[in-house]
Structure formats: C-alpha cells, structure tokens
C-alpha cells in the first residue's frame, strides 16, 4: 500500500435527535459578541430557524440573518453574503439548511477573511489564491445528502460562465457541526430521494476514486450499507425517526469519506446538468451514477462488488465482473425504488449543448479522479444515454 495521509476531519460533530438543544452550550464560547446566521428563506421562517435564535439569545450573542440563498448559490449570492459578514462583523458564523447555505456560508467566509472575488479559489485556477484563515463557524444540517456540513469543500455557481466550480481547504471545516435528524422529518419524499441519492453517489465514488484513503473507503462502505437500508424507508415514512437518524449518520459518513477520497466523473457530469438545465444536485447525480458505475467496471471491479456486498446483493459463487454487475443492478435498484428516473425528460440536447456539457466535465476538478479515464467521445455518448 502507498504512502498517504490526510489533516481533513470535523473538527467536533454533536449527532442523534436532539442534539440542536446542545446549541447554546456551543455557542457559549463566543458569548458577548454578534453572530450571523446564513440561510434560504424558507428555512428562516422554520421552526429550526427560531430555535436557533433562541440557543444563540441563551449564550449571549446577538443573531444577525442573512437568508437570500439560493439553491446552488451564484457567486453573486455568495458576496452578498460576504458584505453581510462585513457589515455585522460577527464571531461566529451559523449555517442552517441543506447544502446551499452551508456551501455559501464557507464560500462568503473565504472572501471576508482572504480578500478577492470567489473565483480566485476556483481549484480548476491554475493560479488560485491561497485560502490562510477563516471565522470559525457551526453547520446545522436539515436534509440528509450534501455532507457540506463535515466536509472542506464548498461548490459555488459562476453566474457569467453558467457552471458550477468547487473550491476546497481544510479552514473549511465547521468548528462544530450539530447534526440532528428531528430536523430532516419536514423534507418532502422527492427532496429525500434526491439528498439521499447524493450522499449514495458520494459513497460510491469516494469508495472508488483513483486517490482513495483507507480509512475513508471504510466510512463509504457503512455509508452505502446505511444508505442502501434506510433510504427507502424515509422516503416511504418521512417520520420513521429511525430511518432519518440512519440516513442522516449516512450522509455525515460519506461527506467524510469524500473529504479523504474526493468523488469522480459521476459529479463532474452532475455538476453540468445542474447549471445547464436546472436539475437538482443529487436527482443529477442519481440520474448519472448507474451509468458512470457500468463504465467504471472495467477499471475498479472489485470495488464494484464491494459495493453489491454492502447493498446485500446476492455474490456468492461470482467472479468481480459478475458482482461488480450486481453491484450496478443493486444501485439501480435501489434508485428506482425512491423513484429517480433513468433518463432526464422534457429538455433538448443539441450538439452544441452537448459539446459544452462535455468540455466543461472534463474541466470539472473531479474528473481526473476518477478510476477510469475517459475520452470526449465517452463522456458524449454518457450524456446521450441519460437526455
């Protein structure tokens, strides 16, 4: 095995239902000063909104809100936010809400504290502007997928070029992040399947990615198992606290995993399908990843049949290609069942489109990652099968 390390973990994580009572305990380290919490406008106005005020009046700081976040945040949103920060002057930042206010969170953060436009820490800049400090803030999840909450990346849309750029550091990383899953019951089933078929895309290509670290394979794994057993389930009962607290610890396990591993051309595909039409980040991703996984199978096969093993699958007797085929079918399966279609419908691909929709996946910063290189050519023809 070659040498590797990794200095990519969450920092504290308080998990189980609950666990948003334990706020104002963790927010006491920066009583008598202001803090600012990011968030949509839906979830301001939501039950876990008010009670975060509250945890924050109880430990002695005053609560600013900034809650223009959009889903997939543009860079212009993203400023926004850094003038917030810069007008409150807080100590704290708090981030409550799926993974678009905590990606803006980190994102406004990284230009308050080292200056520039978003773009600078584009990882895909041959030049990127060095991320040195960071205000220390607490991630709150309510849905059960991104995994911003634990990890060092922050995904931001560019508003001119219509693509979606990712920018990761360590000083990332929440200083706390309080995952309780009473705030994922209120989730529609369509926004459960998708979330969840982000985090299952996020374990699955952190299990395989050309770069994996032992021991966030080993997260993906419990992840998939998790994700695999659970998912359905909160899809079918969205108050089955079981299945969300389950799901939840699924999305948190493969949000670390990817933080060690990072994830492939699943994502990089994804990534353009979101900025090009519009889809939902995971219902992308799980519109995608079947088809990602079938190519893949001629280069990570055994990793294949790990994952048809974790989902139960049937193996025994199998060669690789045979359960690593499995492996695709369980994944397929299990998409279907919370119903993620296999095809995207009522949208046109032109040869243009496609033609843009290739060159910037192959620019995207996970495509290298991924265990089996592909061609233009390949990527053209993964698209064609999905639109």
Same mark, same amino acid.
């Given at each position: ?8 973990? %969450? ?19 920066? $009583? ?10 839906? =979830?301001?106005?939501?039950?876990? $909104? $008010? ?37 409150? /002057? ?10 678009? %206010? ?9 230009? !308050? ?8 820490? &584009? ?15 607490? +991630? ?17 849309? &560019?508003? #001119? ?23 994922? !019951? ?10 969840? *078929?982000?985090?299952?895309t996020h374990a ?31 899809? #079918?009962?969205?108050? &089955? =606290?079981?299945? #969300? ?47 990602? =996984? ?35 079918? *369980? !994944?397929?399966?299990l998409l279907a069942?919370?119903?993620?279609? +296999? ?20 620019g995207d910063t996970?495509? /290298? ?19």
């Open positions: 095995m070659p040498v590797s390390s990794t200095n990519i973990w %969450p920092r504290r994580v308080v998990f189980g239902a609950g666990a948003l009572d334990n706020l104002a305990k963790e927010l006491g380290r920066w $009583a008598g000063g202001n803090a600012l919490l990011i968030t949509d406008q839906r =979830m301001a106005a939501s039950d876990g $909104a $008010a009670r975060v005020k509250a945890a924050a009046k109880e430990a002695g700081l005053t609560l600013h809100v900034f809650d223009q976040v959009e889903e997939n945040p543009s860079d212009k949103t993203v400023h926004l936010a850094a003038e917030a920060i810069l007008d409150t /002057g807080p100590a704290v930042l708090v981030g409550l809400g799926g993974g678009s %206010p905590l990606d803006c969170a980190k994102a406004a953060n990284i230009i !308050v504290c080292n200056g520039g436009r978003i773009q600078d820490y &584009d990882l895909t800049n041959p030049s990127k502007a060095k991320i040195g400090k960071a205000l220390p803030w607490v +991630s709150i999840p309510t849905t059960a997928g991104t995994g911003s909450e634990v990890c060092p990346v922050t995904v931001v849309t &560019d508003s #001119r070029r219509h693509v979606k750029f990712s920018i990761s550091s360590p000083r990332l990383i929440a200083e706390v992040c309080i995952a309780d899953p009473d705030l994922t !019951v209120t989730m529609p089933p369509d926004l459960t399947a998708w979330t969840g *078929a982000d985090a299952l699955v290509e952190a299990y395989y990615s050309r770069v994996a670290f032992p021991v966030g394979s080993a997260l993906a794994l419990e992840s998939i198992r998790l994700i695999g057993k659970y998912l359905p389930m909160a899809v #079918r009962n969205g108050t &089955d =606290m079981e299945a #969300r607290e389950q799901m939840l610890m699924g999305s948190l396990l493969a949000g670390i995993a990817f933080a060690q591993n990072a994830l492939g051309l699943a994502h990089a595909m994804a990534h353009q399908l979101t900025s090009e039409f519009g889809l939902q980040h995971g219902l992308a991703n799980g519109i995608v990843l079947p088809l990602v =996984m079938e190519f893949n199978a001629r280069g990570a096969p055994q990793k294949l049949a790990a994952v048809a093993q974790a989902l139960g699958a049937p193996t025994s007797g199998l060669g690789d290609a045979e359960v690593a085929n499995k492996g695709i079918e *369980a !994944v397929q399966a069942s919370i119903g993620i279609p +296999s095809r995207i419908e009522g949208v046109t691909l032109t040869e243009s489109v496609k033609e843009r929709l290739v060159a910037q996946a192959m996970l495509f /290298g990652l991924n265990p089996v290189k592909a061609t233009a050519s390949e990527i053209s023809e993964l698209y064609n099968r999905v639109i």
